[in-house]
T-cell receptor
């Protein structure tokens, strides 16, 4: 089955700096890669996703890049704000199934 | 309405109790999911319902019993739970099962404590 690794497990940045979280996956059949943000006491919320036919996607301060050859994808948050502080999970999903394989999560703290 | 609702928000139960968790969505989604999440860990898939039929059961103990009465509702019946079952139980839904690229919408979860 799919194995998704996520790094780092914790990340602290100063407000206004950029944050980068990286994930690798093992199954070349995976072709959908969502990123979820989970605030304390809440369910995960999708913030951005990318499909394997695209190398990069951007939505305001958030971007995701995908390298299919190397089987890794990354989340980039620019101009970080305190409200970006949360746990972020990457996930991978294949066309043949509706099961998400989650990474282990990154706890991001943005220091004002 | 792009929301998945879950009730109750919090639940405390003894090991001999029977309780149920409820999940509802009105987005017309045909896939619904139950996840278990421990603190500081990713969600772990428990069950998947596709078109109101159970399609995935991730070797979950029988003390957890899912039910999908209709396309909008998903229940999780709990009986004879153990303290280690204490966790956040998340419900999610997606538009169409078996197709990649369909976002899973998560509910806020039910925080379960088993005494």
């Amino acid at each position: 089955g799919e194995n998704v690794e996520q790094h780092p497990s914790t990340l602290s940045v100063q407000e206004g700096d950029s944050a980068v979280i990286k994930c690798t996956y093992s199954d070349s059949a995976s072709n959908y890669f969502p990123w979820y943000k989970q605030e304390l006491g809440k369910g995960p919320q999708l913030i951005i996703d990318i499909r394997s036919n695209v190398g990069e996607k951007k939505d305001q301060r958030i971007a995701v890049t995908l390298n299919k050859t190397a089987k890794h994808f990354s989340l980039h948050i620019t101009e970080t704000q305190p409200e970006d502080s949360a746990v972020y999970f990457c996930a991978a999903c294949s066309l043949t199934g509706n099961q998400f394989y989650f990474g282990t999560g990154t706890s991001l703290t943005v220091i004002p | 309405d792009t929301e998945v609702t879950q009730t109750p928000k919090h639940l405390v139960m003894g090991m001999t109790n029977k309780k149920s968790l409820k999940c509802e969505q009105h987005m017309g989604h045909r896939a619904m999911y139950w996840y278990k999440q421990k603190a500081k860990k990713p969600p772990e898939l428990m069950f998947v319902y596709s078109y109101e039929k159970l399609s995935i059961n991730e070797s979950v103990p029988s003390r957890f019993s899912p039910e999908c009465p209709n396309s909008s509702l998903l229940n999780l019946h709990l009986h004879a739970l153990q303290p280690e079952d204490s966790a956040l139980y998340l419900c999610a839904s997606s538009q169409s099962p078996g197709l990649a690229g369909h976002e899973q919408f998560f509910g806020p979860g039910t925080r379960l404590t088993v005494l």
